[in-house]
């Protein structure tokens, strides 16, 4: 078992926090993403669970052992970073080996763990070759294979695709889904990238300024985001957020109206997604704006248009056309909204 506990986990240095109170539980063999932008405090966070950083105050609890004063090479936990850290001089073969050397794993079991590791992520053809005669790609399938080929308590993963070209991050993001499913072991992966953390997650932690913003399940955090950060990181394109306000149960705002919100009055945020809003006919629909741009992205159609405040977009389908200027209308029932306080930010519904 290597499930993991956060008790309150804080780094600071000086005055400034990198990570503030984090608590969660981590189930074994979960597939758990922190998310959030540069510098919110996910490496620290994770650095921490490795064992090198030492966290200012809190506990960090790995399969039932408290191991705040364990050295990192006895919490059992291999780390993938994005820089890959293969050995220049060894080939593909040794690097992925080195871990069983280091561990002291018998002699006669390298060949057929070295083999089995490497047959995973596809490597068998390169066993020879020396990092430097290796694609970006081969290079992280290489520091993947070294991190599986002990099976060790907990994987921790910081930013494994973000050196790979936009494809080649398509095909290894499958890899590693593959992989964990394959293998089953707790991981904790860093990533700035929302579509990495929706499609690889079981739970996605949203990270803000070292503050955990919400944890849950893609759905969960796609379908009901905790604030407007949220919202506003989540989603491709983000959630649309338009600042209005709610009088007689409608929410107003510039070249917007949107009735049904009764029980709600005063400033808020509105948001919804560009998907679920349908394009209405002219002079109908809760949004109605001059269009500000016309994006075909094959499979659809983006419009966008200039509504509360804000710059909004609404997902058509791959044949609508129209013009920049040209009056746009589209329906967004009370029914597809969000919610939010205006000034803190948090969901009012
Ligand atoms: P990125 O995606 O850019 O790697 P991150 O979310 O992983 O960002 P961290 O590396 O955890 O962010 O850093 C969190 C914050 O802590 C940042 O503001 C960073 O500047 C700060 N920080 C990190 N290490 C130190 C340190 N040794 N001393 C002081 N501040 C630090």
């Known amino acids: 078992m290597a499930d993991i506990q956060l008790k309150q986990v804080t780094k600071r240095w000086g005055d400034f926090v990198g990570v503030q109170e984090f608590d969660l539980n981590i189930a074994d063999r979960e597939f758990l ?13 994770m650095r921490m669970i490795a064992g090198l950083e030492d966290p200012t105050s809190g506990d960090i609890v790995i399969g039932g052992t408290r191991v705040n004063d364990l050295d990192p090479k006895d919490r059992d936990v291999a780390m993938v970073f994005q820089s890959y850290g293969l050995y220049p001089n060894m080939n593909v073969w040794e690097n992925i080996r080195f871990p069983l050397k280091v561990r ?8 057929e763990r070295v083999r089995r590791a490497s047959a995973m992520v596809e490597l068998d053809d390169f066993l020879h070759r020396k990092p430097a005669a290796l694609s970006g790609g081969q290079r992280q399938r290489v520091a993947l294979a070294r991190a599986i080929v002990r099976t060790p308590k907990v994987f921790l993963m910081d930013e494994p695709l973000s050196n790979l070209d936009a494809k080649l991050r398509v095909s290894t993001r499958a890899q590693i889904k593959n992989l964990s499913h394959e293998l089953q072991v707790t991981t904790i992966y860093v990533t700035h990238d929302q579509i990495e953390a929706m499609t690889l997650a079981d739970r996605v932690v949203v990270m803000k300024k070292g503050i955990v913003q919400q944890v849950g399940t893609p759905t969960e955090i796609y379908d009901r985001p905790a604030n407007t950060f949220v919202a ?21 705002a510039d070249g917007v109206s949107i009735p049904g919100f009764s029980g709600v009055k005063g400033p808020v945020t509105c948001g919804f997604r560009a998907e679920d809003a ?9 949004v109605r704006a001059p269009v500000y741009s016309m994006e075909l992205l094959g499979d659809s ?3 966008t248009v200039r509504a509360g405040g804000a710059l909004v977009a609404v997902k058509a389908a791959k044949d609508f056309r129209t013009e920049i200027k040209a009056p746009f209308a589209a329906s967004v029932p009370a029914s597809i909204c969000h919610l939010f306080d205006t000034s803190s930010g948090d969901r009012i519904a």
Do not use: Q, R, W, Y
């Not at 993403?33 to 966070?45: A, M, Q, R």
């Not at 002291?104 to 060949?111: L, T």
């Open 278 to 286: 349908t394009v209405a006919p002219e002079g109908s629909g809760e």
């Open 301 to 303: 159609t983006m419009v």
């Open 104 to 111: 002291g794993v018998p002699e006669e079991e390298h060949e």
């Open 33 to 45: 993403v922190l998310l959030g932008p540069s510098g919110c405090g996910k490496t620290t966070t």
């Open 232 to 252: 506003g990181f989540i989603g491709s394109p983000a959630m649309n957020l338009m600042e209005g306000e709610v009088i007689d149960g409608t929410f107003e």
